[in-house]
């Protein structure tokens, strides 16, 4: 079983980065899809980013498309994810969770751990 643990959440300006890191024990995450959920308050859940075990296939939510970026770190056993010209519509609780062998789907129900989550809060 794999326990997931996300940080870098913060305080930033609106046009400005941040970088999360989705970090795992008790498994290698180079066996597992890793997705970026997030959620804003009276909001649901939605995706963002996610990429599939093997690397091969990488999604994105269109409102982050082209200003936010997925990887692997399998040295470190992370998967960061980089956040760039960040917006106040940005604001949210990020979510990292891992699923086995998996496509990287958009679809949370196919995740089967999950994070406890990070703030990243985007100010105007």
């Known amino acids: 079983q794999v326990q997931l643990v996300e940080s870098g959440g913060g305080l930033v300006q609106a046009g400005g980065s941040l970088r999360l890191s989705c970090a795992a024990s008790g498994r290698t995450l180079s066996s597992y899809a890793v997705g970026w959920f997030r959620q804003a308050p009276g909001k649901e859940r939605e995706f963002v980013a996610a990429m599939s075990w093997n690397g091969a296939d990488v999604n994105y939510a269109d409102s982050v498309k082209s200003r936010f970026t997925i990887s692997r770190d399998n040295a470190k056993n992370t998967v960061p994810l980089q956040m760039n010209s960040l917006k106040v519509e940005d604001t949210a609780v990020y979510f990292c969770?891992?699923?086995?062998?998996?496509?990287?789907?958009?679809?949370?129900?196919?995740?089967?751990?999950w994070g406890q989550g990070t703030q990243v809060t985007v100010s105007s």
């Open positions: 969770a891992g699923q086995r062998y998996g496509s990287g789907s958009y679809n949370p129900r196919n995740y089967g751990y």
